[in-house]
């Protein structure tokens, strides 16, 4: 039974910080490329930031400088770090495992947590 939950969403002011945490169960965790993906309302789901089984990082325009993605295997879980965060920044955060090697390609995802930048 594969399992990504997701933890650490809440309410925050613009500016603040917040650190969201995925804890994954019933993969080979350090095999996986993790990502953080959002979806605000009436808009697609998009790409956040990626962390390959390397530790090698990629993190969309509109959030770098201001959000890290890290990864510990020895506890199976991938957290996304945010500071400074922006009204527009407000949606549900998913956490995501991808598997492409050799065999069956294979992909997960979180339930989902919100995030909510507000005065």
């Known amino acids: 039974q594969v399992q990504l939950v997701e933890s650490g969403g809440g309410l925050v002011q613009p500016g603040g910080s917040l650190r969201l945490s995925c804890a994954a169960s019933g993969i080979s965790f350090r095999f996986y490329t993790m990502g953080w993906y959002r979806q605000a309302p009436g808009k697609q789901r998009e790409l956040v930031a990626g962390i390959t089984s390397a530790g090698s990082t990629n993190i969309a325009d509109s959030v770098k400088g201001r959000f890290t993605i890290s990864r510990d295997n020895a506890k199976n879980t991938v957290y996304l770090q945010m500071n400074s965060l922006k009204p527009e920044d407000t949606a549900v955060y998913y956490c995501?495992?991808?598997?492409?090697?050799?065999?069956?390609?294979?992909?997960?995802w979180g339930q989902g947590t919100q995030v909510t930048v507000s005065s």
């Open positions: 995501n495992a991808d598997r492409a090697d050799r065999g069956p390609h294979r992909n997960y």
